[in-house]
């Protein structure tokens, strides 16, 4: 699983992305975590980045 988070998310806040990382690093969920420059909607290429 990869979860992205953009810095400048006007949808999904970072303490609400924190919260949900911590579910996931709580219930033992393997994923890799993505951030980049940008809003809700996810670049390109953060998508090519992402399945490298």
Do not use: P, W
Not at 32 to 50: K, M, N, P, T
């Amino acid at each position: 699983m990869i979860y992205i988070h953009g810095n400048k998310d006007e949808a999904v806040t970072e303490e609400k992305f924190s919260e949900s990382r911590n579910l996931l690093l709580d219930n033992n969920i393997e994923f890799r975590e993505l951030r980049f420059d940008g809003g809700h909607r996810v670049d390109a290429q953060s998508i090519l980045e992402a399945i490298e």
